[in-house]
């Protein structure tokens, strides 16, 4: 493996970096877009940046993005998944907010597992959504279109449809991404994945409190539920807010994460 | 689009449970304010706020004009501050918000109104000139307790600040220079500083320096400001549901420890800053005695 690639918006992917197996296509995450196919002049993929970050490529599931710097600024790319908030609903669709001042995107009514017209959630103004970017549309006045369900099976894979009770907080992008990545991949590693250890560690530590639930977006939100937390509950839903927002103003080493649970879990006064 | 984002369902539920607990989001305490910060720049009144994740700029500028007709002892002071998109992205250029008003509505009551900086010291001459000072407010970032961060800023401003000597020589008004002549403090009568306090579940549960967070789920909230001898000289509830009127009594000692505790961070800025200008600043230059 080579080094790793810093990219600027702009900036061609080289090819070496892509992943080499040609048997499944190659998936492009956020930060990247494609430009141009395979042609008479150039003879491989033009893909490159929209946004500044490290390049990350997964060989496994020939899937290459762009792994963001820590800011604000959410652009919607098909397939990421999203926290988004019940703005208001019309016939045929919910109108969510994924960041506030945007525009909103939309929700098919009947875009939720096994929901028909009469067996659809009722949401209201106010309810939370994890849901999949479908689309985003092209060029001026394009809506992007969001979904609960994975439209080849029907099913909502990976937790998708309302998040109901819990509580939510706002990171940077740059850390949604990570824990994105950190909660996908598995495989015990020493330093955790994308150099975060804080949910394995928080994980272990609330196991008897009743463990968490916990709902990643990519526009920098995360929905945490305790809800078999009994009296720890709300204590404990607190104390891993403080941790990921702390995490995400001070960028801690792994054992620094680990020492931050630890403190944070006292201060808190939660056993664990 | 220039809206604040409400608040989910279940973010509103959980801040309103979780202070029935008695826990706050940042795991403070129901009476403690966020790490205050405040830092000085290069020039005089020129003065940086961070409260929490909360900053603003305060730019204090003074300039002679002519008094007020029906005031002719009195010389001018104004406070401006506008919620610029710099400080929000809820917020939009040139447009005024209601957070805007209130804010500044409050400032100039707490400050201005209470006689915080004596006016009548800043009269050059009779119905003629005077020093017209102006305090600018600038919102950086903004996560709720917009006017207690403000507050502080203007007073530490004030404090801070240094006017340039101006004198009357046979009915002429000359002013020096700041490289002439060594410039004057203002005169400050007292330091007033204002605690905001929000309320949740019909006034059981009361916090002060609420979050963007907090500030969207209370019930209403009551402004009180006091100076460091306890003198009230502004109190405040102007909308939401009421509030019983012990919470004022009760609370106005915690809003005094807290205007004690917040003053007590600035004269600790003011010294540190005015000890870094001692060394090789106007005034080891202009001083008669060396050090032989």
Known sequence: MASPLILLPGDEVPSE??????SAPLRLGAGLRLLSQPSAISPSHVISATQPGLLSTDNKRNAVSILSTPNRRYVPTPGDLVIAQIHHSSPDYFHCMITPQAPQALLGQLSFEGATKKTRPMLKQ?????????STGLGAGAE????????????????????????????????????????SSSGEQQDGVAGLVVL???GKKLEKAGGFEIAVGRNGKVWVDCANGGDYAVKATVAIGRCLSTIDEHELSSTDQRKLVTRILRDMKIES | MNKEAPLSIAERDFILNALREDVRLDGRQADQFRPLNVSFGEEYGHV??????TSLIVRISSEVTKPHDDRPFDGIFTIALELTAMGSPAWENGRQGDLETYVSNVLDRVIRHSNALDTESLCVLKGVSCWNVRADVHITDYDGNLIDAACIGVMAGLQHFRRPDAVVKD??????????????????????????FHTFDEGKRVIVDATRKEEQASEADVVMGLNNAGDVCYLSKFSGSPVSAMVFVNKSSVALEKVKEINGIIDKALQADLAKRAKGGLMEESRATNDR
């Open chain 1, 200 to 202: 394995d560690e928080l």
């Open chain 2, 48 to 53: 940086k706020v961070q409260l929490g994740k």
């Open chain 2, 171 to 196: 009915g002429q008004v000359i002013v020096y220079g700041v490289d002439e002549r060594v410039p004057v403090a203002l005169n400050i009568t007292h330091k007033p500083l204002s605690v905001t």
């Open chain 1, 17 to 22: 970096y892509l992943p080499s197996s040609n």
């Open chain 1, 126 to 134: 106010g309810d939370l959504v994890y849901a999949r970017v479908l």
């Open chain 1, 144 to 183: 992007v279109e969001l979904t609960c369900v994975n439209p080849a099976t029907g099913r909502a894979d990976g937790g998708l449809g309302p998040l109901t009770g819990g509580m939510v907080f706002d990171v940077s992008t740059g850390l949604a991404a990570r824990l994105i990545k950190a909660s």
